[in-house]
């Protein structure tokens, strides 16, 4: 059993939390709060995806496109449409999660390379849907999007923005830790083991793949409205290939199935391109020496290795 | 019918780029098992490479091999210092892994040269051709006789070569053939090398036609991953065909029904292959003969 600090439900929530109310002490400008919220809404993403590649060993390799999907619902319903902030980003989960039922109901069965190959076909036509309707979504130039705005306030600066996203990771962390924690969770490790013993043992698995496929794209699609508000534009770019790879490098980085790892990397991989000037000519060859020095040297990810190391020491 | 012919050269030009690239993944698979998606970035390698040494004022078949033979070093050297020592892991990480070095791959060549568009010049003569109300580009010739010239070698190395038929077993049953003496170890370099030197191939032959850069490798990678997958992974006479197959969907979707969703229309079949044959288009006759 895990125990003491990082025991999930309360423990490491806690810690968070606290986390999360100690950093702005050190923040001193807008700069570096632009750089938590960033790392916080690009957490929320990579949450999805490390319950379903994680606990469930699903790849995916089209999780921008869902992503790309919760931002544009949200930038199109708020403008073009006057609906609320927060229910064009109930819509636009809404639709991603019809979107990932629909696709996931025959995809879902294809297992490796094929699975790959199918969420990457996904994702990329997502890209190409965006990109090509210019009198629909704006083209390959991208559109502007309403600030976050409910019942006449409006969130504006740093801390303002910092606060929320907190928020919504937070809550995102509890709900997935207690699905990870819940006879789902388990039934997904089960199925990650092995398809055929949780079959055998009368685990329902195309259930629980779809169900993990919906959820995930729920984070990704809630995630991207969040981002289309922060950043008040977005582009068909959010969609692509590169940022699909981009989530795994930071969910294999935290660790495969651990909820803190998917924070921990985004923290990691999100705030270097920030925080250094000079990394932007780096920053594809050193994301790609991530993920391979990961894979050979850290195939547990950062953190279960730590939590390992910790155990260790304190037993 | 003059704009059918049209349509089926050009797509048959780039559908043997694709069979190119295909051709390596099935390569690779059947020796290992492992699903390599920085093939693509082969493309990128013998391409770019063969512009740089051309640029240094060499000849333009001595830039192309050099630049064949420098990526197949490439491929020699990922076989042995990534995947050979975690060989044991799962297909999965070794699927994660070949996406990192791709990563790595694509960041090196955007700091070793630029991010600009390169072109080649095309083999023989710019001239075009006219063949019964056919314009022909000579290039796409050369493209489409070179990757036939490939695949016979390729095949011929398979049915010919102890090292071709050593891949051939350890395909078949890596652990009957350690048994006979093959080493997987140089299975996997071997089918590595030809994969990188399959790619690079494709990349010199390509660039004449639509220019590369540094990151042009992931978007050809899909072709030869998507061609793999159409004629059954590990089938490489399927790869081939299901290369060509696909450029010659995209080019008539281009024709006929939308130029801009061409890529999104081959992504549809490619899907509805996957769905409706999963083992590929030549998958069924595999499963016969077992």
């Known amino acids: ?315 | 019918m003059d704009g059918f012919l049209q349509l089926a050269i050009s797509g048959v030009a780039m559908g043997s780029i694709y069979a190119l690239v295909g051709l390596g993944y099935a390569l690779i698979y059947n020796a290992s098992h492992v699903v390599n998606l920085a093939q693509g970035e082969f493309v990128m390698l013998g391409g770019m490479g063969a512009v740089s040494l051309a640029g240094l004022g060499m000849p333009l078949p001595v830039a192309m091999f050099l630049a064949v033979v420098g990526t197949s070093v490439v491929g020699l050297l990922m076989a042995r210092l990534t995947i050979e020592p975690r060989r044991q892991a799962p297909v999965l990480t070794l699927m994660l892994l070949t996406i990192g070095l791709g990563i790595v791959f694509r960041g090196i060549a955007m700091l070793l040269w630029d991010k600009e568009v390169h072109t080649l010049a095309p083999i023989g003569s710019g001239e075009l051709i006219q063949v019964m109300g056919v314009t022909i580009v000579p290039q796409t010739l050369w493209v489409i006789g070179l990757m036939i010239v490939a695949v016979v070698a390729v095949d011929s190395f398979f049915r010919r070569s102890r090292h071709g038929k050593a891949i051939l077993a350890a395909a078949a049953h890596p652990m009957a053939a350690q048994l006979f003496g093959i080493k997987i170890d140089v299975v996997l370099r071997w089918s590595f090398t030809l994969s990188a030197f399959l790619g690079g191939l494709a990349g010199v032959l390509v660039t004449p036609l639509t220019f590369t850069s540094y990151d042009v490798g992931l978007n050809l990678g899909v072709k030869g991953f998507s061609a793999a997958i159409i004629g059954g992974m590990g089938n490489g006479l399927g790869a081939v065909v299901g290369g060509l197959l696909l450029g010659l969907t995209e080019s008539m979707a281009a024709g006929y029904l939308s130029s801009s969703y061409k890529d999104l229309i081959a992504l549809l079949v490619i899907l509805a292959v996957m769905l409706l044959a999963p083992q590929g288009i030549f998958g069924a006759r595999h499963k016969e003969r077992v």
């Open chain 1, 1 to 315: 059993m895990k125990s003491g600090f990082l025991q999930p439900q309360t423990g490491g929530l806690v810690a968070l939390a606290a986390l999360m109310a100690l950093l702005p002490l050190l923040i001193t400008s807008d700069l570096y709060f632009n750089v938590a919220n960033n790392v916080g809404i690009r957490a929320l993403l990579c949450l999805g995806l490390s319950l379903l590649l994680g606990f469930a060993g699903q790849i995916s390799l089209g999780h921008a496109g869902f992503f790309a999907i919760g931002a544009y619902s949200s930038a199109l319903l708020t403008s073009r449409l006057d609906w609320p902030v927060p229910v064009a980003l109930l819509a636009g989960a809404s639709l991603c999660a019809l979107i990932a039922l629909i696709i996931g109901r025959s995809i879902l069965r294809l297992r490796g390379h094929l699975l790959a190959m199918a969420t990457l076909a996904m994702g990329s036509m997502i890209y190409i849907i965006l990109n090509q309707n210019v009198a629909l979504f704006g083209g390959p130039d991208g559109i502007s999007v309403k600030p976050f705005e409910v019942g006449g306030f409006r969130l504006q600066g740093g801390l303002q923005w910092y606060i929320a996203i907190c928020c919504a990771l937070l809550a995102g962390t509890w709900l997935a830790l207690n699905l990870v924690n819940s006879p789902i969770g388990r039934a997904l490790v089960a199925i990650k083991g092995s398809e055929v013993a949780a079959e055998v043992s009368g685990v329902d698995i195309a259930r629980y793949k779809l169900l993990i496929f919906v959820v995930s794209a729920v984070y990704a699609s809630v995630a991207g409205s969040i981002f289309a508000h922060y950043t008040e534009f977005i582009t068909p770019g959010e969609a692509e290939l590169l940022y699909s790879f981009e989530m795994l490098i930071i969910v294999l980085l935290g660790g495969m199935g651990s909820i803190y790892g998917a924070i921990v990397g985004a923290a990691i991989l999100m705030s270097l391109p920030h925080l250094l000037t000079w990394f932007h000519d780096y920053e594809t060859l050193v994301f790609g020496m991530v993920l391979v020095f990961t894979v050979l040297f850290l195939p547990r990810g950062l953190l279960p290795t730590l939590q390992q190391r910790w155990r260790k020491r304190g037993g």
